[in-house]
């Protein structure tokens, strides 16, 4: 099955940028819609932000957006989550994962497969 490797996570002040990476060396992920997810310690599994097949439109959670931005870079086979203006509370285990259909339609876990390691952001001065 399809295996995802998330990665870029680290330490980083309040206010600051980290770039994740979402990547596959077995499949070509431009095929796939891609959703992104975090946990924070003692909370639930949130989706952050997900993007269509083929370049189509992306969706953010409402407490990412105008912070966030995900995008694809296929010759590189990977997607990006973008994260600025970072706050404390994106501190979490970041994901990502494969829609079972080509096209967002919200953050469901049930509807994500081949979910990635995860990698930890943590936001603290």
């Known amino acids: 099955q399809l295996q995802l490797v998330a990665s870029g996570g680290g330490l980083v002040q309040p206010g600051g940028s980290l770039r994740l990476s979402c990547a596959s060396s077995?499949?070509?992920?431009?095929?796939?819609?891609i959703g992104w997810f975090r946990r924070a310690p003692g909370k639930e599994r949130e989706g952050v932000s997900c993007?269509?097949?083929?370049?189509?439109?992306?969706a953010y959670a409402d407490s990412v957006k105008g912070r966030f931005t995900i995008s694809r870079d296929n010759a590189k086979n990977t997607v990006y989550l973008q994260m600025n203006s970072l706050k404390p509370e994106d501190t979490g285990v970041y994901f990502c994962?494969?829609?079972?259909?080509?096209?967002?339609?919200?953050?469901?876990?049930?509807?994500?497969?081949?979910w990635g390691q995860g990698t930890q952001v943590t936001v603290s001065s």
């Open positions: 077995r499949f070509t992920l431009d095929y796939y819609a």
């Open positions: 994962a494969v829609h079972k259909i080509r096209y967002c339609s919200g953050y469901d876990p049930d509807d994500f497969h081949s």
């Open positions: 993007i269509s097949s083929s370049n189509g439109g992306p």
